[in-house]
């Protein structure tokens, strides 16, 4: 089987976001120190990734904070072949779906595979990154 054809098409972008996040700075905050939080809602106990302000299946104000873990089985992945212009500086790359215990599946960049060796049911590990400007993120690695 012969590799696909690689398309290319990068254009600089910049995109600035003004996204409040007085509710759930603490996700970022145990991001920085390397933890994987979420909300809990304190009403109904419904985990929410990304985390929440206010709880998706009740409505509730009221959460709590609570570990993701770092463990995770890769369960879908697609692999980004023309990247999109917000990407200008990347190659292409793997995006993933990751299930943690508990169900909660969580979307991030997988890093340190190759599109043939990825597969659904790998062992994964989330980690806390920074970008060139200082900015917490997280990424998917093998476990």
């Not at 905050?29 to 990304?50: I, Q």
């Not at 060796?117 to 920074?130: C, E, N, S, T, Y």
Request: net charge neutral; with cysteine; hydrophobic share 35%.
């Amino acid at each position: 089987m012969s590799d696909p054809p690689v398309l290319h098409s990068r254009r600089s972008l910049t995109l600035r976001f003004d996204i409040p996040i007085s509710r759930t700075h603490e996700f970022w905050d145990a991001l920085k120190e390397g933890r994987f939080e979420t909300t809990k809602c304190s009403k109904c106990g419904a985990v929410t990734f990304p985390p929440q302000s206010d709880c998706p299946r009740c409505m509730s104000q009221e959460f709590t904070w609570t570990s993701l873990g770092t463990e995770a089985v890769l369960r879908t992945f697609t692999y980004v072949q023309v990247t999109p212009a917000s990407f200008v500086e990347n190659d292409p790359y793997i995006i993933a779906i990751g299930e943690f215990p508990g169900g909660v599946k969580v979307l991030a960049w997988l890093e340190g595979v190759q599109r043939e060796d990825a597969k659904p049911g790998m062992k994964l590990r989330i980690q806390a990154r920074a970008s060139k400007e200082g900015n917490p993120y997280y990424v998917f690695v093998l476990a």
